[in-house]
């Protein structure tokens, strides 16, 4: 359970919107969820760059079904049920395109307010695929469940902080290497 008392409590911030709504789910020390209470969600709007949007109770629980769908998505990407999921939360806005007298321009609509941030994230999911579907990673850190999207150079990173759970998968590494009997 956490209480998240007005700061964001989360071991990592800042990813690409989907993966930042998938990391209000974390494990460090027992099991944690910002969005276990609709109070969490104003700290994950503000944190997520949206300190202004709807956080009442119908954007709360259209944030938890986007969290759901990109989660299922993430987990099973062949499964039409889980293209469903997130096509449901996408079919609550669009992109819409004009043209401005600074030249065309491109913004988000939805049908209603408390769906916008929702749908933000699961179009930045969207994003995400089309730029590199193979770079969203899960953290190869025990008991670890954040994602990121990497954007190493070589596309090789493998924790979602090296000083935390790359740091632990070093030490024990070390610690294993130390304890094997001599050859």
């Known amino acids: 359970m956490t209480d998240p ?3 964001d409590p989360r071991p990592l911030v800042g990813e690409p919107l989907a993966l930042d709504l998938l990391n209000t789910r974390w494990f460090r020390g027992g099991s944690h969820d910002l969005l276990e209470r609709p109070a969490g969600l104003r700290i994950w709007l503000t944190s997520a760059g949206f300190p202004d949007a709807d956080n009442g109770e119908a954007a709360y629980r259209a944030v938890l079904t986007a ?8 987990a099973t990407p062949d499964d039409p049920g889980a293209h469903a999921a997130l096509n449901s939360v996408l079919d609550h806005g669009r992109l819409r395109r004009a043209l401005s007298p600074e030249g065309p321009v491109t913004s988000p609509e939805t049908a209603a307010p408390e769906w916008a941030v929702a749908w ?3 179009e930045n999911y969207l994003s995400l695929v089309e730029r590199a579907a193979d770079r969203i990673r899960r953290c190869e850190g025990d008991h670890c469940v954040l994602y990121f999207f990497d954007t190493s150079r070589n596309g090789t990173r493998r924790w979602c902080s090296m000083a935390v759970c790359g740091n632990r998968a070093k030490a024990q590494r070390h610690y294993r290497k130390g304890k094997l009997p001599p050859r």
Not at 67 to 73: E, H, L, S
């Open 67 to 74: 969290r759901d769908a990109i989660a299922a998505v993430i």
């Open 120 to 122: 933000a994230a699961c």
């Open 5 to 7: 008392g007005g700061v």
